[in-house]
């Protein structure tokens, strides 16, 4: 019944849509940026929310990762950079409103797009009307809604409105899912307006959409603004709608992925396409601070067979760099709002300063193999099990046997596994497979009648975040059917979930062994803490943490070379960084750089 009366004008306390945004009755343009608080240290937040005001920018938009919030089922986190609540007041702080997108999916180029991994182990279909998965849904939401329900603009709040679902004509036509959503955020006192964003073409917004219920409809592209908005005014007067015109999405750069050139966009290009789109409508820039996927939680392409991981960096050549400061498209664009709209007033910008650059030696170091027993947690099983089948869902995963020769080579075939392999016998590496090589012939060689270990170490590079093979069974992560040796599937396996929470645990005395996965660890005084870049030439493979901060992956490849240390996750005095890499490539130093370091790929982006 509450939707039923706004479907008409879609008026909500000071904030309404009608053939316009009105704000306490008065014509409102929404300029907003977007800011992923799950991307930035909290630290930050003020620093980047601030330079998006200086701007002359009146709105910030940021996505809900339904993920990193309930990371195991039914273990919920909304503290530290999770602090949803905390980043809006910052902004509110600010005068700054808000477009949360809380829905289930988010894209966003993060891991499985949002989706918790757990879910794939539920006798459910994601993305539905089906019950089991709505019931999921409404799990979550009972711990979410209810924390951002207060901060609604009718209630002295400063969020605007809220987004239903995420490009979803791109995926689905099932309006009863869409509807179910709607009315799950309707339940839990969400009464702000509500809206879709899609492509701006017919069949999307047809699909993906709720326009014939009246729910506010936004549309997603990067360029071509006056054709993009006719497509959506044509698809309003179908449907007797006479609504303001938002890209949800205004892509003012783009993501990168491992082994492709890093992707840029003129910066004075970016500030006429802007112009253009204000001239019609309001606007979110997608994106304007991109940020960092700590941790393992980069998304990754789906491209045919293959899954392209996507990098690190979030930097995303956004109007804010990677660290938080401006860039020549901020200028660009700054200048162009000064130009054609002065009425929104604007200052000068914050810059963050960096560490000078030095170099860090190594005080220790340690092979992964000796260390399994400190640093993991075990289990054991006839068949070897999923990264998900033992709630293991991200990162590293060893499996471990024992393997009788019975001829001198025996042949050895890993049979349907993701993302990476490395397979070592006796610990001797004697193959690296990745996607398109698992399930290729190996050999073990050995006497006839003697046992060979053999440990198989298996990377989840990321789940896809869009499209259709969200529901592929290549989403499971580790080994999914089984191992061969000769015809047969061996049985009797140990998995060793790799946990890097545990590191304190770490035995350096044990001892290092060359070609072996390994940890480097580096320790260093600072009398003043600032942001710094990390310059990993010179290593292969791998993750680093900083004072227990998993900071992410990084990878000779290129075409990022440098991981991000935000000056929140260092300290006065003393510090420490571990690396873990697994090709056994490294060098006995370390730098600290003032900007990120890159690596020339050639060839182009796919």
Known sequence: ?????????LSMGAFEIREDFYLNDQPFKILSGAIHYFRIDREDWYHSLYNLKALGFNTVETYVPW???EPQRGHFHFEGNLDLEHFIQVAQELDL????RPSPFICSEWEFGGLPAWLIEEDLRIRSSDSAFLKEVARYYDELLPRVAKYQLDRGGNILMMQVENEYGSYGEDKAYLRAIRDLMIERDITCPLFTSDGPWRATLRAGTLIEDGLFVTGNFGSRANYNFSQMKEFFA???KKWPLMCMEFWDGWFNRWKEPIIKRDPEELAEAVHEVLQEGSINLYMFHGGTNFGFMNGCSARGTVDLPQVTSYDYDALLDEQGNPTPKYYAVKQMMATYYPEYPQMDPLVKSSLSE???????????F?????IAQVTESLYPQTMEEIAHPLGYLLYETEVEMDVEEERLRIIDARDRVQVYANDQLIATQYQEEIGQDLFLNGKKKTITNLKLLIENMGRVNYGHKLLADTQRKGIRTGVCIDLHFKLHWKQYA???SQLDRLDFSKEWQEGQPAFYQFAFHLDQVEDTFLDMTGFGKGIVLVNGHHIGRFWEVGPTLSLYIPHGFLKDGENEILVFETEGTWTETLKLVSQPTFKEVKGENL
Do not use: P, W
């Open 358 to 368: 030095r170099t860090l030696e190594l005080t220790k170091k340690t092979s992964l």
């Open 498 to 500: 790799l946990d890097f």
């Open 238 to 240: 179908e449907h007797d």
């Open 370 to 374: 000796g260390n399994l027993n400190e």
């Open 97 to 100: 409103y808000v477009i949360l």
């Open 1 to 9: 019944q509450r939707q039923m009366c706004i479907r008409d004008s």
């Open 67 to 69: 993920n990193a919030h």
